[in-house]
C-alpha cells in the first residue's frame, strides 16, 4: 500500500464511524437507566457499540495470549474499568477522556505492531490498568445519576460482555497461532488497533 493511500483511508474510516459515533455509547437512545433491566442492557451494550472500546478489548484478548499474561492482564484491566466507573459517578473529573481512550488503543496497537515486551511484565499489568480506568470512565458518562440498583447491573454488564470480549480475542489469536506458527496474527491485530486508534483520536480530537 502506498503511503499517500494512508491518510485518505483513515479520512473514510472516520466518516463511515462518523454516524456511528453519536449515539456509540448509548443503548437506551441516551436515556439514563432506570431499573435492573435498562441497566444491564446497557452494561452489555456500552463495550459493543462503542467501537473504540470493543477493538481495545479484543486486542487486549490478543495481547494476554501472545505475551503470555493469560488472565491477568484482562483481570487487571477490567478491575480498573469499574474503578474508572465509579470514580466518574462520584464527580471525578477526567478531561479528554474520549482522546485517551483512543490514545490507549493507538498505544496497544502499535506495542502489538511492534511485538514490545514491555506487556510482558509488571509494567504491562499497570499499563492495561490505566486503559483500564480511562475505558471505564467513559463508560460512566452512560450511568451518572442513576439509582444504585441499575448502577450495579450496568457495572455487572460491562464487566461480563468485556470478559467475553477479551476471553473472545484470545481464543481467537491462540487458534490463528495453532493455524500458523508466527507472529503474523497479534501484528495484524496491532495493526488494525493502531489503525483504528488514529481513526478514533482524529475523532476525538475533531468533536
Known sequence: MKPTHVPAILAAACAAAQPMAAHAHHAMGNALP????????SGL????????????VLALGAACYYFGQRLVGIGAFLAAALTGTILHVQQVTLPHAEVWVAASLLLLGCMLLFAMPALKSVAGTLLLATAGIVHGYAYGESIVGAEPTPLAAYLAGFTVIQLCIGLGGFALTRHADRMRRSTAAVRTAGGVASIAGVAFLMMARAG
Not at 34 to 41: D, Q
Open 34 to 41: 432506570g431499573n435492573v433491566f435498562e441497566g444491564l442492557v
Open 45 to 56: 451494550a456500552h463495550p459493543v457499540i462503542g467501537l473504540d472500546h470493543f477493538v481495545f
